[in-house]
């Protein structure tokens, strides 16, 4: 990953992120408490206020960096399991791995952080199937598609993790707000790693 791929990375989430906050808050609305938009919003922006700083740094180290922005501005759940995911895939990329193995790094630290897996309703039901996908070698037209329907499939379920766990039954019928950023990260990578995909 060149310093340009690093700084078009950080820009396009920083967009994504702050376009959809609204939205994303509103999926917390019905489901949690209402502030995953200004959660991940507040989060990004602080990556993007360290934008040519991250962009300096060998991609394992500003994913790591960045995985602790996210863990300090955060209050929120997300904050930390965004925080490990990032942490992990940059360990991984530091120990040689390759970009797929990488991010089963970061995926394992989200389950672990989050003592989740998939099936609970979470951003889980997103970064998992899109795992498996890359691991196959998917193209980024695929993984654009399989992050998209696995957010909608995240719509029926019961939440069993986080606070939408609370609302047992009533979880049912609505997007799950961290599968949907995950959503929104994972069309963002691929729009940058692999434009022609
Ligand atoms: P909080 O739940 O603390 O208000 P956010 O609203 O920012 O934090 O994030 C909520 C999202 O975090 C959920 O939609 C879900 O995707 C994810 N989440 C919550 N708990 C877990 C968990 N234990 N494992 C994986 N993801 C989780
Ligand atoms: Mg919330």
Redesign the pocket.
Known sequence: MSRDQILALIDAAVAAITANAEELTR??QA???G??GS??ARGFQAIGAQREALAAMEPGDALQKAGMVLVTT??????P?YGSLLMGIGKGLKAGKDPAEAFAEGVDS??K????DVG?????DVLVPVLEAFQRRATGTELRRIASESREATKPMLAT????SFLGERSIGHY????TS?CLLIQVACDVLEPTA
Do not use: F
């Open positions: 999926l917390d489901l949690g408490d502030d995953h959660n991940m955060v209050g929120g759940a997300s904050g399991l989200v389950k952080r989050g003592k989740s609970a309703k979470t951003m889980l993790r986080g606070r939408a799950d707000p961290g599968a995950s």
